[in-house]
């Protein structure tokens, strides 16, 4: 069972990552996506997967489903920034001219390597976006991304490997929108989420850099129920633990957890009251954070110097009612 097979969607070549537990689909050629996660105990799809007939949809506006990459996450205003002497410009994709949800999209990364082995298997894809030259128009800096995506039981780890190849220092922000379902059951979930601080943002939905107490959402560190609520709602973590816990109430649930020293925010969005799906989503950066004149340790701007390589990893772990797998 740990082994890795192919497949098709569209026409595209998928992987699928097999345990005994788990089976998670890779998408490489149109933006690296996990478009699904199959529960095999629980017979039920983990995420929000798009259907072969929603393949114009998916083009559009990938980040809907799945686990998909947001390079840089967020919303930055009117697409522009300055930095280290470098000017960038990104696409105005918002009702008010300001950026979302970064460059990537659905550009084709290859298949370098791929493993099976006595305890998991594995697939690593890379993509050098020199490749694209609408990406290098809006971000001039070169940079190789790499995913290892790794399924062990119900454990599966993703590893982004990210190596500056160009000359000057250069700003970076990871996030991932990862779309969660809830099976229109949400009075049945409970999200544990430990923050410290709620994000204001202004009426164009952009990060001003000031930050607010909690007030109602100080219940996510104690565990809230999903009936009722409708998020798209940036929360610092502060020195908490970067997990997120998802519970339904038969005991069966998730836990979503990444490096406490680079993602220091995380994103709930529910797209409208709580029914289907809720997006937990970590990233590295606030929103618009080469535009606030806030420290880098507070904003999480990673900046990236020539020949440098960063780490990043984010570890999704299935659990079921009576603590076993099966």
């Known amino acids: 069972m740990k082994k890795v097979t192919k497949g098709q969607w569209n026409g595209y070549d998928t992987y699928i990552l097999h345990s005994h537990e788990l ?116 971000f001039p800096e070169p940079l190789k991304l790499e995913m290892t995506l790794r399924l062990q039981g119900t454990s599966l780890k993703q590893t982004f490997k990210i190596t500056h190849l160009g000359q000057k220092a250069a700003p970076f922000g990871l996030g991932l929108h990862t ?33 607010a107490p909690l007030g109602e959402f100080q219940s996510l560190n104690e565990g809230t129920n999903l009936r009722g609520v409708n998020y798209d709602t940036i929360l610092s973590i502060g020195d908490h633990p970067v997990e997120a816990v998802l519970t339904r109430d038969d005991g069966y649930g998730l836990r979503y957890s990444a490096d406490p020293q680079y993602f220091k925010y995380w994103v709930i969005y529910t797209k409208g009251e709580a029914d289907q799906f809720l997006c937990i989503e970590p990233y590295t950066w606030l929103p618009n954070a080469p535009n606030l004149q806030l420290p880098a340790d507070t904003t999480g701007l990673i900046e990236l110097h020539p020949q440098e390589t960063l780490v990043l990893n984010v570890n999704l772990d299935i659990f079921y009612p009576d603590g076993s797998p099966a």
């Open 23 to 138: 089976e998670v689909t890779l998408l490489p050629r149109l933006g690296n996506n996990v478009i699904r996660i199959w529960d095999r105990i629980q017979q039920r799809d983990v995420l929000r997967r798009p259907e072969e007939n929603e393949l114009d949809f998916y083009l559009l506006k990938p980040y809907h489903f799945g686990i998909p990459l947001l390079i840089p996450p967020g919303r930055i205003r009117r697409g522009h920034f300055t930095y280290a002497g470098q000017e960038y410009q990104f696409d105005r994709n918002t009702a008010n001219d300001n950026h979302i949800h970064g460059l990537h999209r659905t550009q084709g990364w290859c298949v370098s390597d791929i493993e099976e082995d006595d305890d998991g298997c594995a697939i690593t894809t890379e993509f050098v976006t020199t490749s694209d030259p609408n990406w290098m128009r809006q």
């Open 179 to 211: 779309w969660f379902l809830i099976n229109g059951e949400p009075d049945r979930w409970n999200l544990n989420l430990p923050v410290s601080g709620l994000v204001e943002a202004d009426d164009e939905l952009v990060p001003t850099g000031k930050m």
